[in-house]
């Protein structure tokens, strides 16, 4: 027999961004509570809203299964005296397994004879485990978290109610004083409290009392109200995803209704009106058929029809004001200079440690016409880095960006190009931010990439100098996006940046200007394998074995689209006939070679003793040959090529002769060939077992 089981969490109004994260938490924590319990189910289905979170599992067993648990004691041979009397340690076996002595029974393992025992276990009834649902509660963490009254419990909001409802009985246990029952609240101020008889009757029960209970059936409802506007009005209305999550998370009974504004605000930048409008109110733009902003947008009441134009014209007045006062700081701005605007930086900070933003620019400056003459950029190209080296911060002294952060770099970009500044320089003013996220868009022109490598790498640089580093899942200023951004510009560019050799000059440009917390070797060495760990993390998105990114990673990551290709390469040729004995080969020449006692590498032919030897050299020599100029695949082809010379001179020499001087020759042709190996990869860190 089974019935359906009930778990909803009443709180006060939760944070929008947070309810799908953690009532897929719930979800989960339940899922994984039922199975450690060995309790059946057919399936879990949630529900949320900013007041509740909910779990219903359907078609919960009322009891676990019985079941035979197996034990084995100790061997027969201490289990049994000389006199086939049964020993203290069978005798405390037997107690401690709840049975008579006399019921013991053995059973031969590996050729020993052992004490073995078979109990039928039966199956706890649900209902008495269940209220170990309280842990499940309780255990739940969230990104925010408050305390309330004199609880020592920590909480995302304050539990105002709690229901755990086993078909129709009420699971009991209490949470902060609140106990569980089986009465839930409707919409704050449409509904009220209703009773559930049966977990299959939450969702029927809850719209009676205006909560559209189904996260997903609110937001198709959302969308299909906007779509029904579109038809009717004939407007483009694009939904914004992350918006319409975030609306969806701050209503229970969605009803979208439009209003307007005044056109004279058209005359403000896109960007303005619409982060007004999205970032600031949740409301939806509405544009035409050329894409192109109209005087309208789209709301989500939290209610339903009634009054709807009382509501619009609330949600008039209210963007109204925020149009009016962006208007007034786009109208200040643009009495400001740029040059006026860049003294101002002077005087912010960019962080106790590091100086000011006029510092950082300065530095930033140094490291992107680094990168700019390794590029082979030309001079035209290396002054308008200067310049939006000198220029690229000046909008965070602005009063629009001062009000709306979101818009740093845009109105930079846009400001620029009303004061006359070269449109390259005015994009990378807008791209030197890019990417804002872990997989955001990336900046698209040459001097907006290399502004935002050397942007983000100064930072890094920075941070590490003064001893200021991520741990665990701390990272304030956002270092590991900022090194992630570095490896996916480059990558994207496929630009051929010896990225340690920038690193090395980043660190003395740094520690020119007094930032020495630690030393420089360490510094170099720290940032150099947080680089790496996030190019690790770049190649294991792409499904990239791990051990290939050990190997590949291992090599150096100088340069980066060569080794991503190496990795990329490594990994799809992984399964192919070739690849198992080739690696095996040159992991062979790698471990040997290591014997080498290094200095100058000189190779005497005259003293080989075979011709399997005179095959190795000479392909060795033609491989050094050729390597510079061969292309990534090549370069492994022509490994591949070298195995069966590598195999027949393994069969054919002995490489630790008892002739010095032959010994050392033979490891100085290894060690030769090895270097190319290891610059392509640590082979030998490949596993083709």
Known sequence: MSKDFLLE?????????????????????????????????????????????????????????????????????????????????????????????????????????????????????????????????????????????????????????????????????????????????????????????????????????????????????????????????????????????????????????????????????????????????????VVDEAGKLRPYFITVRNGNHEHLETVAKGNEKVLRARLSDADFFYQEDLKITIDEAVAKLNNIVFHEKLGTLTEKMVRVKKVALIIAEQLNMTEAQKGKIARVADIYKFDLVTNLVGEFPELQGIMGEKYALLQGEDAEVATAIREHYMPTSADGELPQSDIGALLAVADKLETLTGFFCVNIVPTGSADPFSLRRSALGIMRIIQAKNWDIRLLSVLADTVEIERAEGLNTIPSEEVFEQVEL??????????????????????????????????????????????????????????????????????????????????????????????????????????????????????????????????????NNRLALLFELASFIKEFAQIEEINVK
């Open 9 to 285: 969490i009443g709180l006060e109004e939760m944070p929008a961004k947070y309810i799908t994260a953690s009532v897929k938490q719930l979800q989960e924590r339940v899922e994984k509570w039922l199975a450690e319990n060995d309790l059946e189910y057919k399936t879990t289905e949630v529900y949320s809203s900013p007041r509740r979170l909910s779990v219903i599992v359907k078609d919960l067993a009322e009891k676990q299964a019985d079941r035979v648990e197996e034990s084995k004691g100790p061997a027969k041979k201490i289990a049994k005296d000389a006199e086939g009397n049964w020993s203290k340690a069978a005798q405390g076996f037997a107690r401690g397994q709840g049975v008579d002595p006399d019921t013991l029974e053995f059973r031969e393992i590996n050729g020993v004879e052992y004490i073995y025992l078979e109990k039928e276990v039966k199956g706890a009834a649900t209902v008495d485990l269940l209220p170990e649902m309280r842990q499940i509660v309780t255990s739940m963490t969230f990104p925010v978290s408050m305390h309330w009254a004199a609880y020592d419990l920590k909480y995302i909001r304050p539990i105002k109610w709690l229901i755990a409802l086993f078909g129709d009985q009420v699971i009991p246990f209490e949470i902060t004083n609140v106990p569980t029952g089986n009465e839930t609240r409707g919409h704050r101020f449409l509904g009220g409290s209703v009773a559930i008889s049966n977990p299959a009757e939450y969702e029927e029960a809850l719209l009676s009392q205006f909560v559209v209970a189904d996260a997903a059936k609110r937001k198709a409802a959302i969308v299909s109200q906007i779509e029904e506007i579109e038809a009717v009005e004939n407007w483009k209305i694009p939904v914004d995803a992350g918006l319409l999550e975030e609306v969806n998370n701050l209503v229970e009974y969605p009803t979208v209704l439009h209003a307007t504004f005044d056109e004279a605000y058209l005359e403000l930048p896109e960007e303005v009106l619409i982060t007004t409008m999205k970032e600031h109110q949740r409301y939806f733009p």
């Open 530 to 663: 947080f680089l790496q760990n996030r190019l690790r993390a770049i190649l294991s998105d792409q499904q990239i074995r791990h051990d290939i990114i050990d190997a590949v990673v291992s090599a150096g990551s100088n340069v980066v689209p060569e080794l991503i290709e190496r990795a990329e390469l490594l990994n799809k040729n992984r399964d192919a006939e070739w690849f198992r004995p080739t690696m095996e080969a040159l992991a062979r020449v790698v471990n040997i070679s290591k014997k080498h006692q290094g200095g100058d590498i000189t190779i005497d032919p005259g003293l080989f003793e075979n011709e399997s030897e005179q095959q190795l050299f000479d392909a060795v020599q033609k491989l050094k040959q050729d390597y510079p100029t061969l292309i990534i695949v090549d370069r492994l082809r022509a490994f591949a090529a070298l195995r069966t010379a590598i195999d027949a001179y393994f069969e054919n020499t002995l490489v630790m002769s008892d002739d010095e001087a032959v010994r």
